[in-house]
């Protein structure tokens, strides 16, 4: 099966740096790669995701790159801010019988110093 | 529209007990995926209901566990004979047939 590896495990920036996490999968039918944001006590919610077909894409502070042919994609958030401080989880996906089976990595807790 | 929603938030069991774990989608879902996620780890797979139909089954670690989603609807995780390594954060997570999945806050399961 899958197999998601995401470093690095913790990150610490000052506010208004820039934080970046990187993530490998094994799984070359993998096509779908979403990045979730779980606060304490709360559920994953997704902050954004990309398509193997592309190789980058951006939401304001927030950008993802995906690099199909070595398999890694990142997670790119410039202008930290206190409130970005959460469990970062990157995933890779599988089309797979009609719904798409994520397979999540291991978590990075990233820490803005205000 | 309300978010996916989960009950109990918390649940300590004593070794041994079953326990019932309930899943509210969000309107109009297809697709209701189950997680079980232990402390410091990422969610991992379980089960997924394509309305009441449970088409994998691959990530229920043994036999003790039972899902059901009868209505396409609501659905619910049972735990038979807790045991403490099932002690985790067991969270659910609906989709339209293809695409985003939303996840509820998850029920935080303690086994004494």
């Known amino acids: 099966g899958e197999n998601v590896e995401q470093h690095p495990s913790t990150l610490s920036v000052q506010e208004g740096d820039s934080a970046v996490i990187k993530c490998t999968y094994s799984d070359s039918a993998s096509n779908y790669f979403p990045w979730y944001k779980q606060e304490l006590g709360k559920g994953p919610q997704l902050i954004i995701d990309?398509?193997?077909?592309?190789g980058e894409k951006k939401d304001q502070r927030i950008a993802v790159t995906l690099n199909k042919t070595a398999k890694h994609f990142s997670l790119h958030i410039t202008e930290t801010q206190p409130e970005d401080s959460a469990v970062y989880f990157c995933?890779?996906?599988?089309?797979?019988?009609?719904?798409?089976?994520?397979?999540f990595g291991t978590g990075t807790k990233l820490q803005v110093i205000p | 529209g309300a978010g996916v929603s989960q009950s109990p938030r918390y649940k300590v069991a004593k070794r041994g007990q079953d326990v019932a774990l309930r899943c509210d989608p969000i309107?109009?879902?297809?697709?209701l995926f189950w997680y079980q996620q232990a402390l410091g780890q990422g969610p991992e797979f379980l089960t997924y209901?394509?309305?009441?139909?449970?088409?994998?089954k691959s990530g229920l670690p043994s036999d003790r566990f039972f899902a059901e989603r009868p209505e396409g609807s609501v659905s619910t995780l049972k735990i038979q004979r807790t045991q403490q390594e099932d002690s985790a954060v067991y969270l659910c997570?609906?989709?339209?047939?293809?695409?985003?999945?939303?996840f509820g806050p998850g029920t935080r399961l303690l086994v004494l």
């Open positions: 990309i398509r193997s077909n592309v």
């Open positions: 995933a890779a996906s599988i089309g797979s019988g009609g719904y798409q089976k994520v397979t």
């Open positions: 309107s109009g879902h297809v697709s």
């Open positions: 997570a609906s989709s339209l047939v293809v695409g985003t999945q939303y």
């Open positions: 209901f394509q309305n009441e139909a449970q088409l994998d």
